[in-house]
């Protein structure tokens, strides 16, 4: 018996239809059946089989067999013919051996390795990166990658100019994201580009470049929680909270936890406050957040604790004496006093004009709490102090009125405003 084989494309990619050709020749025998064999990866085309150019149906069909019966004269040449695809799960680039089995009347034999073989190649693969639009420093994007060629798990990278900035991993339909958040020091134009890594089955490729201008992102801030340690139940209490540098806009939240207190504008001076007042006992987990505003990123303080307490039965009644002076002049400071009786030695102070605190809680030391103030407007003010309370003294407060003028006011020298703020002493 002589064979010749050939096949249709020694060098198929993936999903590609390739055909096996046979041809038998040999006097005195009668085929009976011819068996094709070929890599398990390729996938049998159904009703692809012939005989001599005509349609034959298959007697059986294996892993990696099919097979067609029949009576065929080898006196005459006999041609068979079988059509695979190529799978996806295909080795690449590795000779993989072909060859034939058969049965006849006089002899038989199998020829399972000579070939010729097939050599897959990798599939070219093309990525696509989707728009990307503008991008700032601090506000996180998602950066989008479509790959054809790939398969669900391979890796794409990202990358600004010649860094990379993050991967993804391609799911079932070929899409690969990256959620990156560009720094400040990013900021510039730059060609952003996604890469296919090359992989056992498929080949590399790159997107073309989109060039992207990054914008400076907001200048990030700082959030400084001001609030005193302790206070009593149904007290008047003022959380505040400084943000740095100063915003000039925006908001700040008070928050216990996960419940809002309340929320205030942020002032020129980057200060925020509120009054709280606390009608169930025990620590309370204070925090400030910031909102941000344009060109400053928000920011969240670090967590404060303010334990709310019954006044105990040896708490004694205080009260608070104000001492200011009865009129100032408009831009220079003047000291705000308060003086608790009896003496306490802790809590704090809270000064007010109506409901804006004027500076700071200050601390109270041998019953006394002091602060320079600056008025910037002229004008009759209440001016309210409240004592927190602390250990052993309940809370108190108090109220006095001051004008502020535009000239100076006689005794106090009309010097121009130019002392420092002052804590208690």
């Not at 011819?34 to 012939?50: F, H, I, S």
């Not at 925090?287 to 404060?304: I, K, M, R």
């Amino acid at each position: 018996m002589n064979f010749t084989r050939t096949v249709s494309n020694a060098t198929p990619s993936e999903g590609e239809v390739v055909t096996a050709t046979t041809t038998v020749t040999g006097a005195g025998n009668t085929i009976n059946w011819v068996e094709d064999t070929r890599p398990t990866c390729l996938n049998y085309k159904q009703d692809t089989a012939k005989v001599n150019g005509l349609p034959v149906a298959v007697s059986s069909l294996g892993a990696g067999t099919v097979r067609v019966s029949g009576s065929w004269d080898a006196g005459t040449t006999q041609t068979y013919e079988f059509q695979y695809t190529v799978g996806a799960n295909c080795t690449r680039e590795v000779a993989q051996t072909t060859g034939v089995s058969y049965n006849g009347t006089t002899a038989s034999g199998q020829y399972l390795n000579q070939g010729p073989a097939y050599t897959i190649k990798k599939n070219t693969t093309t990525t696509a990166l989707d728009a990307v639009g503008s991008l700032k420093g601090g506000v996180k994007s998602t950066l989008t990658a479509r790959v054809l060629g790939g398969r669900a798990g391979d890796l794409v990278k990202f990358y600004k100019g010649a860094d990379e900035v993050g991967s993804g991993a391609l799911d079932a339909a070929g899409v690969a994201t990256f959620a990156w958040t560009p720094s400040n020091t990013d900021a510039g134009t730059f060609d952003i580009t996604a890469k296919f890594l090359a992989t056992p089955f498929a080949l590399e490729s790159v997107s073309p470049a989109q060039s992207i201008a990054i914008q400076p992102g907001d200048q990030t801030t700082q959030t400084t929680l001001i609030i005193p340690t302790t206070a009593l139940i149904n007290t008047d209490v003022v959380l505040e909270a400084q943000v740095s540098p100063f915003p000039g806009a925006g908001t700040v939240t008070f928050k216990n936890g996960m419940t809002v207190l309340g929320t205030a504008n942020v002032g020129a001076d980057g200060k925020a406050s509120v009054v709280q007042n606390f009608n169930v006992t025990g620590d309370k987990a204070i925090t400030a957040v910031f909102s941000g505003a344009p060109g400053f990123a928000g920011s969240t303080s670090t967590a404060q604790t303010i334990r709310v307490s019954e006044p105990g039965a040896t708490d004694v009644a205080t009260t608070l004496t104000l001492d200011i002076p009865a009129q100032a002049q408009r831009g220079h400071y003047i000291f705000l006093r308060a003086n608790v009786a009896p003496k306490a030695t802790a809590g704090t102070v809270q000064f007010f004009s109506g409901n804006e605190p004027l500076g700071n809680p200050v601390n109270v030391k041998d019953g006394l709490a002091s602060q320079s103030y600056m008025f910037n407007a002229s004008g009759t003010f209440d001016v309210r102090a409240v004592y927190s309370g602390a250990p052993g003294f309940l809370g108190s407060d108090t109220t006095g009125t001051i004008t502020v003028t535009d000239d100076p006011v006689p005794g106090t020298g009309g010097g121009t405003g130019s002392a420092g703020m002052f804590g208690s002493s």
